[in-house]
Nanobody, 130 residues
Framework: QVHVVESGGGLVQAGGSLRLSCVPS????????MGWFRQAPGKEREFVAA????????????SYADYVKGRFTISRDNAKNTVYLQMNSLKPEDTAIYYC???????????????????WGQGTQVTIAS
């Protein structure tokens, strides 16, 4: 069984920054494709960003939703078993519960925005004040 735990949410002013962290446990972290999704009140959950696993010869691949591209950065530290989402230039419309997901499919490629995931965290609230 894999458990996924997010942290780092909070309340910030528009234009500010937050960094979310996600720690999956239960299997070899470096072998997972990892991702972040979000769900705003009254809306469906949507893709935010994804990062591929570490074993590809081509190196880590990332993918971002258009509405966060250039503002958010996903990264991973296999030594710390952690994936991060650095969020800059935050907007009120970024307000949502942010979920970390592990073991995404299909493979992460730039421009792809549809993924399924086998494991989900409980979410962390991000609120952006205008």
């Amino acid at each position: 069984q894999v458990h996924v735990v997010e942290s780092g949410g909070g309340l910030v002013q528009a234009g500010g920054s937050l960094r979310l962290s996600c720690v999956p446990s239960g299997r070899t972290f470096s072998g997972y494709n990892m991702g972040w999704f979000r769900q705003a009140p009254g809306k469906e959950r949507e893709f935010v960003a994804a990062i591929g696993w570490s074993g590809l010869r081509s190196g880590l691949r990332t993918s971002y939703a258009d509405y966060v591209k250039g503002r958010f950065t996903i990264s991973r530290d296999n030594a710390k078993n952690t994936v991060y989402l650095q969020m800059n230039s935050l907007k009120p419309e970024d307000t949502a519960i942010y979920y970390c997901a592990a073991d995404l499919a299909p493979a992460v490629v730039p421009g792809r925005s549809t993924y399924s995931a086998d494991y989900w965290g409980q979410g962390t609230q991000v609120t952006i004040a205008s």
